[in-house]
Every structure is written in C-alpha cells, then in structure tokens.
C-alpha cells in the first residue's frame, strides 16, 4: 500500500494551452504578442515537468481546427513553433527528452516537417521523458485513422485501436489540464481521456507559471480515480 504522506504522482500531463488571444487583448497588444508569449510558457513548463518527474507531457499546439483562424495568425504560429523547435531542441536533447509529434504534421509546410521529422529523429533514442506536441491534431481523426489501421488488419479491438493511436507507447493519460477558463475538451484526446482527470483554470496560458502546475498536480495527487469500481 502506497504511504499516504506519498501522493500519487502523475505519470502523463496533457494541457490545453489557451487564452494566448485574450492575454494580449488585456493588454492592447496584437494576437501574435500573446502567441509569442504563451512559447515562454511552453519552455518553463516543459522544462518543471520534466523536473517535477513527469514521465510525459502532451502538449496542445495547434488543432486540426485551428486553420480556420486568418491565414496571417496560422502562419505566425508556424513560424514561432519552427523557432522553437530549432531554438530549443538542443536543451531537449541534453536533457534526455524524447520529442514526439502527435496528429497529422505531415500535411504542414515540407520544410517544417523536415525539421520536425528530423528533431523526432535525433531525440528517438532518449529515455528521461516523452514531449509529445500536437499539431494539426484532431481526435476524431486519429480515431477514425486508427479504426481504418486495426480494420486493415482485421482486428477492431479496444487494444488494436488504443496501439494505433498517436499515443501508444505513452504512458495512460493522467490529468488534462486546461487554462484560460474553457471547460471543454475540443476534439482533444478524446479516447485517451476516458479516465483522466479534469482539471480547469482560469489562468491564460501566458500567465500560467510551474508553480500553477504544481497545484494542478497536488489537486490530482487527491482525486479519488475509481475506474468505475469502488
Ligand atoms: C491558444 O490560444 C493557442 C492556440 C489555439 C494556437 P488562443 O489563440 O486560442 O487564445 P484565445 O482563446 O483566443 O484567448
Ligand atoms: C484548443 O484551443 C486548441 C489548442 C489549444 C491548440 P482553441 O482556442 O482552438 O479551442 P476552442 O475554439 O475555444 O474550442
Ligand atoms: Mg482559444
């Protein structure tokens, strides 16, 4: 029996990353100002997760959904997701981290999935942690791409589809957090959040530090997670 002055520590974080839009309209400042720093975020909380012992983090970049904003706004964030991915992959990669692109990137720009492809390939071999990014994700379609994978091969079994979603070989999705105050899921790991706990803050994401992560994971550490038995 676990002592119960030892919290059950999460092993998989997901987060919602939102309010980056609304941050910088407090602020009378341009979308692409809350975007650039909500990657300030991204970095802090990657690099507290991995120190807190996370043994993955998903993170919610940019949706299958998400091309319906302006064209200017979409290729804002291309261009700041590709800055970060060559800013920070070195550090990533020092650190024993293993980065992991989740949904369909490949229908990205060919060069950005160059670079994503090749940044997956350098870190493949590392095993501190998993940083899964997910881009141009959607969770009905990696259900529908999973469910076409396990017909094809003859077996559409709750295992067979769980081992052909983006997610397999990650640890079972933990707690989905989400920030600024939105309290749904939007097309977001929506198999994988059968058993995860929910956790809503109206916290934007530029504004949301370690130490808010540190009270989402204290809050979880005292959920009753009953699995539907008693
Ligand atoms: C989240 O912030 C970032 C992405 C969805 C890429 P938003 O851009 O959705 O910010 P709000 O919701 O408009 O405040
Ligand atoms: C969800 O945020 C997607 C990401 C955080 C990447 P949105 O801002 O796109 O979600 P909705 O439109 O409010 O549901
Ligand atoms: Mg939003």
């Not at 091309?67 to 261009?79: F, Q």
């Not at 020092?94 to 229908?107: D, E, F």
């Not at 994978?149 to 052909?164: K, V």
Request: proline share 5%; no cysteine; hydrophobic share 45%.
């Amino acid at each position: 029996m676990t002592p119960p002055d030892i919290p059950p520590l999460a092993r998989h974080v997901a987060i919602i990353m939102d309010g980056n839009g609304r941050w910088a309209k407090k602020r009378l400042l341009p979308r692409f100002a809350g975007h650039k720093a909500g990657v300030e975020t991204v970095r802090k909380i990657a690099r507290a997760a991995r120190e807190m012992g996370l043994e993955a983090l998903t993170l919610y970049a940019f949706s299958s959904e998400n091309w319906k904003r302006p064209a200017e706004e979409v290729s804002d964030l291309m261009g700041l997701l590709k800055h970060f991915i060559q800013a920070d992959i070195d550090e990533f990669d020092a650190n024993n981290v293993r980065l992991k692109i989740i949904g369909h990137y490949q229908a990205l720009a060919p060069e950005l999935v160059k670079l994503l492809d090749e940044a997956v390939a350098r870190t493949a071999g590392n095993t501190g942690s998993t940083l899964a990014v997910a881009l141009n994700y959607g969770a009905q379609d990696e259900l529908v791409r999973a469910a076409q994978a396990a017909a094809a091969a003859g077996d559409i079994s709750t295992e067979a589809i769980e081992a052909h979603l983006y997610t397999a070989g990650m640890p079972p999705l933990d707690l989905i957090i989400r920030t600024s105050g939105e309290q749904r899921l939007s097309n977001f790991l929506l198999w994988q959040a059968a058993y995860a706990e929910l956790y809503f803050t109206d916290i934007l994401w530029p504004d949301f530090t370690p130490k808010h992560l540190e009270k989402a994971l204290e809050e979880f550490a005292h959920r009753n997670r009953r699995y539907g038995g008693l």
